[in-house]
């Protein structure tokens, strides 16, 4: 409210100096014609001005903006990567009975082109995911989440988030997931529905979880080669992963 008073308190002071600024012209050179003519002049070229401020130099601005924002966000989700999401990967690849076929589509990643992102990120959800709860160490997978949630709940709290809905969307699936599991203490005693439930979502982080890695790693292609480079010979689907250049 004090922004807004502040504006119109500036806009009455500008308005009243051009009124004593026209007032003196007026009265120094006698010259009402030509005051005239400038001021209609300024006002037709107003509509011009106001296309160039708010529909063109705001657009470049929020532009830039956007995009500074989106390299902040990019280093929290390098962050969730980095704590949470490769470990995460491996260990819901043991619970896919078809990860093998995932790790193929997925290894090599440091030779690829655009092209084979583009192909790749649209094969995501389609792939043959077959996830199910008792495959991998679901104990585990519970303990790997629930020690990182007070990381998950710094990230959902991040409102730049808000810009990224896909990976907020990550954030939530996996959270809902810690959630779940947290909540039952003893899984032997779980009938198969709840084992059905779980499988479920696993599955929904998990799908999640590869489109984001894969859209994070293509930024890091084209704005990070030096962070790509790292990224690529640590890829989670891939079996002989290694920092070591070779």
Same mark, same amino acid.
């Given at each position: ?5 502040? !504006?119109?308190?500036?806009?009455? /002071?500008?308005?009243? +100096? ?13 010259? *009402?014609?030509? /005051? #005239?003519? $400038? ?6 070229? &107003?509509? /011009?001005? @106001? +296309?160039?401020?708010? %529909?063109? /130099?705001?657009? @470049? ?26 470990? &995460?990967?491996?260990? #819901? ?6 990860? !093998? ?9 440091? =030779? ?15 792939? =043959?995911?077959?996830?199910? *709860? ?10 790997? &989440? ?9 990230? +959902? ?13 990550? %954030? ?12 039952? =203490?003893?899984?032997? &005693?779980?009938?198969?529905?709840? $084992? ?9 982080? $998990?799908?999640? %979880? ?11 292609? =084209? ?13 989670? #689907?891939?079996?002989?992963? *290694?920092?070591?250049?070779?």
């Amino acid at each position: 409210m004090k922004k807004i008073q502040w !504006q119109i308190l500036l806009g009455i /002071i500008l308005a009243v +100096l051009s009124a004593i600024l026209y007032t003196a012209h007026y009265f120094i050179f006698r010259d *009402s014609f030509h /005051i #005239f003519i $400038y001021l209609l002049g300024d006002i037709a070229f &107003l509509p /011009i001005e @106001v +296309l160039l401020v708010t %529909l063109i /130099i705001d657009r @470049v601005l929020s532009v830039r903006e956007k995009k500074a924002m989106l390299d902040k966000l990019n280093m929290v989700i390098g962050a969730f990567f980095s704590e949470v999401g490769l470990g &995460l990967i491996h260990l #819901f690849a043991g619970f896919d009975l078809n990860a !093998q076929n995932i790790k193929k589509e997925l290894s090599g990643i440091e =030779k690829w082109t655009e092209k084979d992102f583009i192909r790749v990120s649209s094969m995501v959800n389609k792939f =043959k995911y077959s996830v199910n *709860s008792h495959a991998g160490d679901i104990l585990q997978l519970k303990t790997f &989440l629930v020690q990182r949630r007070g990381f998950l709940l710094r990230l +959902l709290e991040n409102p730049n988030l808000l810009e990224h809905e896909k990976f907020t969307e990550l %954030l939530w699936a996996v959270f809902h997931l810690t959630e779940e599991l947290d909540y039952r =203490k003893d899984f032997s &005693l779980s009938p198969e529905s709840d $084992y059905t439930h779980i499988s479920g979502d696993i599955k929904r982080a $998990y799908v999640l %979880l590869i489109s984001e890695w894969l859209t994070y790693i293509k930024h890091l292609k =084209k704005n990070y080669p030096y962070l790509y480079s790292l990224a690529a010979r640590m890829n989670p #689907f891939d079996d002989e992963a *290694s920092p070591v250049i070779r």
